[in-house]
């Protein structure tokens, strides 16, 4: 019968409880799509490399985590408060608290198990959705790659049911301490209007002060190592709280006393925005740290995309070196789009590599040269290359026992024929575009690996940009595909804990306008008015979570040069989705709270 | 204590308010006790106390000092799951607007109470049904709160505080939510049990309709009871007239004091 009594509870609130649901399952969805990435023996086993993705995956994963603790903690607390009434009489009516206890314990972890439990569901189809999208993102080709993954379900779940059993015992200490009037009655209490006292302005003050140590913290990140992430992260969440406690009530405060205030329902607006910011301090402050993780993450992952070819055409001006001309890397060859092919004879002796003068007079040798993050290609005469010590590194590192090698001889034909060395050549070839040639730069490089017969050659050991890109865009490729992934999972959290605070006073707010209809307000101001008041309340915490996006980037800076190069892009997807919310909230409430002209007495 | 006295009240004083803060003293030295199967009623106007001073004897609120016997113990110095099971087997409870789930059918939400306590399920069926005929609802048990009238919330609500067969009901302003019909309906079923099964009824109301029904009425006025009357021998029509004749004479030195 508890269980029954907790069942019925939770599927009669189930509308109310949608919003958040939704949160959860996106949240439980891509947690399994990371675990199942991370985890599958298919995609580990086809490429080597992937073991460096396995590690992104799983740090998208623990931070997925942590954020989602904290909104479950968060979600549950509003949850709480709609159910206060019910428990309060559960109480009066002689309910023990052990009993309560386990009644709430039950509820918590009825929502926690079904909203996992469409979330692996969900977690699945977008694995499979999406797997074809990833391969091609990572350049890994499997045939059989299956969605469903045990290892992957069973860490979702085990993760998700703790993360419920903690939510479960902080919702049961809350309720259980609090007494029972203050439970039945608890909802009837109006708001207190903020009142402008010397707190506030000091509040303003130490918030931009924080606010500013952390981003000073962030942008010496180089100084500061690891110590800048904590240092950050504490200044710039409390430095949002009391920005949001005092900055934005003083703005308004101060935009009520004047005209404009006395326009329309300006009043009415800006009174409602007094009233609500101060119930709305915590939640505008979550909303706004989490806008700017997602924001900062899809805007970080789609930067390490952009430095891919950069990183690898920094050291060879080739995609790649073929060192056996077998007909099928022949073939192979002739079908790509080629830029540049240089073939050159060598012999090598011990610890010294020969080549002939000839070839590279005929056949100049490119080095590859990066200035401020651009790459740029040059043609060395024999000349320039005999005294260039770059290009001759460049040159030695297209051999795959680079690290055995000293020295470069170039050497007239006669003298090469003297060499007692086994001759073979080197063709060095440039595509058009290394993205664009992938696939069959893979198929050659396969080729090569085999005919070597060394076990110690693997693709990684071929000469050329493309063995770079291959692991670069494995790591980097997951890096944005994790990046977009949390970003969306953060959004969905974030317009979950915004559009439900905004819903769930829906009720309240009803009152308000059926009295302006009663007074005669016209339908277009009403909505007009609460357009406004919620666009507030989403745009106040937007705005912010892109300051801090734009000076946590700088983190980046280390790591990726210049970070800010493209910030269109992600911005504009991230803030379209935004606004989607925006008007999906502005719709229900709405059709919520605005009154039709027929009264109702 | 009087073997017949159910409810001992002492020397109840209730302060709101932190001592540094602004006080509000909502009950000063409230004294009476209620007899066995006594139905008695608590009058005032709004702000007088009577809401402070049922939840004190509901367990709901603590006073500031003094206490309240109900039996030969003092609740307001129980803890725990002492509070719990005296809600659940020594009183009952109706609110003035029904606190009934809407999500339980009304058999489940008569039997609530039981069910919170741990009871069988057997066993809390059996009581229900047997409530349920004693208040004449059997016919309602299948169906949801929302499918039923006022009236019969109120009586499903009655149900639930009788369930547990508890010395004491409490009902606050158990007609506030209905019309004359349906209140005189829910007095006359009170009442009823009240005679049956030897239940005291304690009810706070202003209503001196619904007051006309008790045996004895306390008057609260600022935190003090003031006056009390007693039914006695007339008829509850009589009973009713002096109710209203003492109501007026209290509305009078109202204005007077107002005046002054």
């Known amino acids: 019968m508890l269980f029954k009594l907790a069942f019925v509870n939770v599927r009669d609130r189930w509308r109310d409880y949608l919003v958040l649901f939704f949160g959860l399952i996106i949240s439980a969805a891509i947690f399994y799509m990371f675990e199942a990435i991370a985890t599958n023996k298919a995609l580990i086993q086809a490429n080597i490399s992937f073991k460096l993705a396995v590690i992104v995956f799983q740090f998208g994963s623990v931070l997925l985590g942590i954020i989602t603790l904290v909104y479950i903690v968060y979600a549950n607390s509003f949850l709480m408060t709609m159910r206060e009434h019910d428990y309060g009489l559960f109480m009066m009516l002689g309910g023990k608290k052990s009993r309560l206890g386990l009644l709430i314990f039950t509820e918590t972890l009825l929502i926690g198990l079904v909203s996992t439990g469409v979330g692996v569901l969900v977690g699945i189809g ?43 015992i902080i919702n049961q200490h809350k309720i259980l301490h609090r007494p029972v009037l203050r439970l039945l009655k608890g909802n009837s ?24 140590v952390g981003y000073w913290a962030m942008a010496k990140i180089e100084i500061l190592q690891l110590m800048a992430i904590p240092i950050a992260l504490v200044t710039i969440v409390l430095g949002t709280y009391f920005l949001f406690n005092a900055l934005f009530q003083l703005l308004i405060y101060g935009l009520k006393t004047t005209n404009l205030a006395f326009k329309g329902l300006n009043g009415f607006t800006l009174g409602q925005l007094n009233f609500r910011i101060r119930d709305y301090t915590k939640m505008l402050s979550v909303v706004s740290i989490l806008f700017a993780l997602a924001l900062g993450a899809i805007t970080v992952g789609m930067g390490y995309h952009r430095i891919i070819p950069v990183m690898a055409k920094s050291n060879t001006a080739y995609d790649l070196a073929v060192y056996k001309q077998t007909p099928q890397a022949t073939r192979l060859v002739h079908q790509l789009d080629l830029q540049e092919k240089q073939t050159y004879r060598q012999k090598i002796k011990g610890t010294t590599i020969y080549f002939v003068t000839d070839d590279f007079q005929k056949q100049p040798f490119e080095m590859a040269k990066v200035n401020k993050e651009k790459v740029s290609n040059h043609r060395l005469t024999l000349n320039q290359l005999k005294h260039s010590g770059r290009g001759q590194e460049q040159l030695l590192s297209l051999q795959t026992n680079y690290y055995e090698l000293r020295q470069i001889k170039f050497v007239s034909q006669k003298e090469f024929q003297t060499i007692q060395a086994k001759p073979s050549k080197l063709v060095l070839i440039k595509t058009t575009g290394l993205a664009k040639s992938a696939k069959i730069l893979n198929r050659i490089a396969k080729n090569q690996v085999s005919e070597i ?47 439900f605070k905004i819903l769930s006073g829906a009720q309240l707010d009803k009152r308000r306008y059926q009295m302006l209809n009663r ?53 504009t997807i991230f803030i379209c989705l935004y606004l989607i919310y925006y008007l999906i909230t502005v719709l229900i409430y709405e059709k919520l709270v605005v009154p039709t002209v027929r009264m109702q007495f | 204590m009087n073997q017949n006295t159910v409810i001992d009240v002492q020397h109840v004083t209730k302060v709101y308010g932190k001592k540094t803060e602004k006080q509000y003293t909502a009950l000063k030295d409230v004294n009476f006790k209620v007899r066995q199967g006594e139905f008695v009623g608590i009058m005032g106007a709004s702000g007088s106390g009577k809401t402070t001073l049922l939840n004190i004897l509901a367990t709901m609120d603590k006073p500031t000092e003094g206490r309240v016997l109900v039996g030969n113990q003092d609740i307001t110095k129980l803890d725990g799951n002492q509070v719990s099971d005296f809600r659940a087997k020594q009183i009952g409870f109706i609110f003035q607007d029904f606190n009934l789930l809407e999500s339980l059918t009304n058999a489940e939400n008569i039997g609530l109470p039981l069910t919170l306590q741990g009871a069988k399920k057997r066993k809390t069926n059996e009581l229900v049904h047997q409530v349920a005929g004693q208040l004449g609802i059997n016919q309602l048990l299948d169906k949801y709160p929302v499918e039923i009238s006022g009236g019969q919330k109120q009586r499903v609500a009655a149900a639930r505080g009788l369930i547990s067969r508890p010395q004491i009901l409490f009902a606050d302003e158990p007609t506030g939510a209905l019309d004359s019909r349906n209140a005189r309906e829910l007095l006359e079923t009170l009442k009823q049990v009240n005679d049956e099964e030897q239940v005291s009824v304690l009810m706070v109301t202003h209503d001196p309709f619904s007051a006309s029904y008790c045996e004895r009425i306390l008057f609260i006025k600022d935190g003090k009871i003031g006056e009390q009357l007693e039914a006695g021998d007339q008829k509850r029509s009589e009973f009713y007239q002096t109710i209203l004749n003492k109501l007026g004479t209290f509305n009078d030195q109202g204005e007077d004091v107002d005046v002054i």
Not at chain 1, 140 to 163: E, G, R
Not at chain 1, 191 to 206: C, F, H, L, N, S
Not at chain 1, 475 to 487: A, I, K, Q, T
Not at chain 1, 548 to 564: D, I
Request: net charge positive.
């Open chain 1, 126 to 168: 977008l694995t499979q959705g999406l797997s074809q999208l990833l391969m091609t993102q990572l350049g890994v080709q499997i045939t059989k790659f299956t969605a469903l993954n045990n290892t992957a379900c069973l860490s979702t779940i085990l993760f998700f049911v703790i993360l419920f059993l903690v939510a479960s």
């Open chain 1, 189 to 212: 209490e109006a708001d207190k209007p903020m009142k402008v006292t010397v707190w506030r302005y000091i509040e303003g003050v130490i918030g931009i002060g924080l606010l500013a």
């Open chain 1, 453 to 499: 017969k060394n076990p110690q050659v693997t693709i990684d050991s071929l000469g050329g940009a493309y063995p770079i890109y291959q692991s670069a865009n494995i790591v980097f490729g997951g890096l944005e595909f994790v990046g977009f992934f949390l970003g969306m999972a953060f959004l969905t959290m974030l317009a979950s804990c915004l559009m």
């Open chain 1, 519 to 571: 007074l005669g307000t016209r339908q277009k101001l009403i909505r007009k008015s609460i357009r406004r008041e919620i666009g507030v309340l989403f745009f106040l915490p937007g705005v912010l979570g892109v300051v801090h996006v734009l000076f946590g980037l700088k983190m980046f800076v280390p790591l990726m040069g210049n970070p800010y190069t493209n910030l269109a892009t992600p911005f």
